[in-house]
């Protein structure tokens, strides 16, 4: 069992930056990938950023490269996303989630945080 809690999330304007936390708890030792989503009304959920938690490879979705960075803490069982030049259309509620071994899927996911983006 792994326990996600996201935190960060907030009203900003267009340009401003913010940074999202996750802090994990229970079998964190089983967790291979940790990832960020988004899900902004009436749209599907999208995979934002991703980072192995043994080798801090990431990656990125294009709408957000070269803006967001995602980096994780293994001591204290965080991870991240710092989110510059922030855009409205990155309005959303943003959750953190984790891949564990022999899975194919993300098995553990946080509550969101609602992160609002104005003009």
């Known amino acids: 069992q792994v326990q996600l809690v996201e935190s960060g999330g907030g009203l900003v304007q267009a340009g401003d930056s913010l940074r999202l936390s996750c802090a994990a708890s229970?079998?964190?030792?089983?967790?291979?990938?940790m990832g960020w989503f988004r899900q902004a009304p009436g749209k599907e959920r999208e995979l934002v950023a991703t980072?192995?938690?043994?080798?801090?490879?990431?990656s990125y979705t294009d709408a957000v490269k070269g803006r967001f960075t995602i980096s994780r803490d293994n001591v204290k069982n965080t991870v991240y996303l710092q989110m510059n030049s922030l855009k409205p259309e990155d309005t959303a509620v943003y959750y953190c989630?984790?891949?564990?071994?022999?899975?194919?899927?993300?098995?553990?996911w946080g509550q969101g945080t609602q992160v609002t983006v104005s003009s």
């Open positions: 229970g079998r964190t030792g089983s967790i291979v990938t």
């Open positions: 989630a984790a891949n564990v071994f022999y899975s194919r899927d993300y098995d553990y």
């Open positions: 980072i192995s938690r043994s080798s801090g490879s990431t």
